[in-house]
């Protein structure tokens, strides 16, 4: 791939951001390339080097604030007529508390899921702490005389323990998925607002 097709790839990877935005980002890579060009680089080479286009449109598209693609969407075309204003001033009433609604409710399911999170976490923390407080009460027993009971509190230390590592692998694998989650959701989010060529 050369860098006018790479280029104009990026261009339809990108279609449907702030057109300042495309722009910016198309000089940047463009001279990215150029640069590499000069270090030597085949054309090709060069290119191949800044990645694939549909990777780097995507690393663009969560780079770029949401907001910022919620204003662009939202942007009207054109002047609004009276009427349409009437509408939408008379609708207020209905559609402003279904958007509150509507928020109120995705934000509340990201909360949950988090908080599950944190539960999990949690129950790491004192399956560990349960771990500590069991040998710690071995040692008290043994002093004392106790060997059977100092033997038990051992014996469920150690469980909690080795409960504890394969809840921690557990923990750190939820984490990492719904941070995964997370962020495929924020894009998936940001797609929605950007419109593509065909749908213009």
């Given at each position: 791939?050369?860098?006018?097709?790479?280029?104009?790839?990026?261009?339809?990877?990108?279609?449907?951001?702030?057109?300042?935005?495309?722009?910016?980002?198309?000089?940047?890579y463009?001279?990215?390339?150029?640069?590499?060009m000069?270090?030597?680089?085949?054309?090709?080479?060069?290119?191949?080097?800044?990645?694939?286009?549909d990777?780097?449109?995507a690393?663009?598209?969560?780079?770029?604030?949401?907001?910022?693609?919620?204003?662009?969407?939202?942007?009207?075309?054109r002047?609004?007529?009276a009427?349409?204003?009437?509408?939408i001033?008379?609708?207020?009433?209905?559609?402003?508390?279904?958007?509150i609604?509507?928020?109120?409710?995705?934000?509340?399911?990201y909360?949950?899921?988090?908080s599950?999170?944190?539960?999990?976490?949690?129950?790491?923390?004192?399956?560990?702490?349960?771990?500590?407080?069991?040998?710690?009460?071995?040692?008290v027993?043994?002093?004392?005389?106790?060997?059977?009971?100092?033997?038990?509190?051992?014996?469920?230390?150690?469980?909690?323990?080795?409960?504890?590592?394969?809840l921690?692998?557990?923990?750190?694998?939820?984490?990492?998925?719904?941070?995964?989650?997370?962020?495929?959701?924020?894009l998936?989010?940001?797609?929605?607002?950007?419109r593509?060529e065909?749908e213009a």
């Amino acid at each position: 791939m050369n860098k006018a097709e790479f280029l104009a790839g990026l261009k339809t990877g990108l279609a449907g951001l702030p057109q300042d935005e495309v722009e910016e980002r198309l000089a940047f890579y463009g001279e990215m390339i150029d640069d590499r060009m000069e270090e030597g680089l085949a054309e090709e080479e060069a290119v191949a080097g800044v990645g694939p286009v549909d990777r780097v449109a995507a690393q663009i598209v969560s780079e770029i604030p949401l907001t910022k693609l919620v204003r662009e969407r939202i942007k009207p075309k054109r002047t609004l007529r009276a009427w349409e204003i009437v509408l939408i001033v008379l609708g207020f009433p209905v559609w402003f508390p279904l958007l509150i609604a509507a928020g109120a409710v995705i934000l509340s399911l990201y909360v949950v899921l988090w908080s599950l999170i944190l539960s999990l976490w949690a129950v790491e923390i004192s399956f560990w702490a349960a771990a500590l407080g069991g040998i710690a009460a071995a040692v008290v027993f043994w002093i004392k005389g106790a060997l059977v009971p100092g033997l038990a509190a051992l014996g469920a230390g150690l469980l909690l323990a080795g409960l504890s590592v394969f809840l921690f692998l557990g923990c750190v694998a939820a984490t990492k998925g719904l941070a995964r989650l997370t962020k495929k959701i924020l894009l998936g989010v940001k797609k929605r607002f950007i419109r593509k060529e065909n749908e213009a």
